[in-house]
């Protein structure tokens, strides 16, 4: 069974920096393409970065330069470090995993991210 277990949200003034972490377990996770996406309320889930099993990395061109997608395959582990975080940044940010193996995705319960004075 593949869980996603996150970390590292909450409060933080605007300009300031979080990390956020999913760990997950299960296996084959070096052939798991990894994701973060993000929903503030009253809006649709957005793609905010991803990471593929190689290393490969896209972002959403509002976090271009202000964000950063890792993995640390030994660890099972993927981090968003987030920089410059901006009013327009908050909301429920999700883990998401896509199997390469299982051909499935899974999701994390979601951290969440405010950016406040």
């Known amino acids: 069974q593949v869980q996603l277990v996150e970390s590292g949200g909450g409060l933080v003034q605007p300009g300031g920096s979080l990390r956020l972490s999913c760990a997950a377990s299960?296996?084959?996770?070096?052939?798991?393409?990894m994701g973060w996406y993000r929903q503030a309320p009253g809006q649709q889930r957005e793609l905010v970065a991803t990471?593929?099993?190689?290393?490969?990395?896209n972002y959403a061109d509002s976090v271009k330069g202000r964000f950063t997608i890792s993995r640390n395959n030994a660890q099972d582990t993927v981090y968003l470090q987030m920089d410059s975080l901006k009013p327009a940044d908050p909301g429920v940010y999700y883990c998401?995993?896509?199997?390469?193996?299982?051909?499935?995705?899974?999701w994390g319960q979601g951290p969440q991210v405010t950016v406040s004075l």
């Open positions: 990471i593929t099993s190689r290393g490969s990395t």
């Open positions: 998401h995993a896509h199997s390469l193996v299982e051909l499935a995705d899974y």
């Open positions: 299960g296996r084959h996770f070096n052939f798991w393409a």
